[in-house]
Every structure is written in structure tokens, then in C-alpha cells.
């Protein structure tokens, strides 16, 4: 699960400290769009219907990614297991200003 999150095996090697901060980090970042979500849906020749049924996500799971409202990290990785991807190839993420001053990873 954690290679989903990160896109290799560096973060299973980590210290539990290292790995908190970089959870800290991804749950202060806001999610800016899921385009890069439909832009792989397309480019794999899948539907949102596909990626419903694969993921095991409610209907109103996708209805809420359409309206760009935020969706839990156990969703996003069910979407990348079911797409064989990473994390940053399913949504952009935009980091607040405030806190970029106090996260370290």
C-alpha cells in the first residue's frame, strides 16, 4: 500500500518518524483537480464506469470526484491499485501557502 502512495519502495525502508511527516505532508496538501484521473481514463481507454466497478467505489464517489470535493486516502489508493498507477497520476495537488513554511520532508 505504502509503494501505491509513493510510486516506489523507499518509503518501506523508512523510519516511522520520516514516514509520519510525508503522511503529514500529503493529508495538509489540498487536491487541486482529478484531471490527470480522466486524462488516464481516456488514455486507457476506460470509463468512469470501468474505474467504479474496478475500485469498488460507490456512485457517489465518482459524482463527488466530478464536483472536485476531496476524497479519503483509502479511496485514492483503491483507485490506483485498480488503475496500476501511482498516486501523482490520478490528481494534482496544490499545497497551502501557510504551510509549506512548516513541513519538512
Known amino acids: ?3 501505491v502512495l509513493f510510486g516506489d519502495s523507499e518509503a ?3 523510519t516511522a518518524s520520516r514516514l509520519f511527516r510525508r503522511y503529514t505532508f500529503f ?3 489540498n487536491i487541486a483537480s482529478y484531471k490527470l484521473l480522466w486524462n488516464t481514463l481516456v488514455e486507457r481507454n476506460r470509463r468512469k464506469e470501468d474505474l467504479r ?3 469498488g467505489l460507490a456512485t457517489n464517489m465518482i459524482a463527488n470526484m466530478v464536483k472536485g470535493k476531496n476524497i479519503s486516502m483509502e ?3 483503491r483507485i490506483c491499485e485498480a488503475l496500476n498507477c ?3 497520476d490520478v490528481i ?3 499545497q497551502d501557502k501557510d504551510e509549506t513554511e512548516n513541513i519538512n520532508c
Open 92 to 94: 494534482e495537488l496544490e
Open 86 to 88: 501511482g498516486i501523482l
Open 75 to 77: 479511496t485514492l489508493v
Open 1 to 3: 500500500m505504502i509503494e
Open 27 to 29: 493529508t495538509k496538501l
Open 12 to 14: 518501506a525502508s523508512m
Open 53 to 55: 466497478i474496478a475500485a
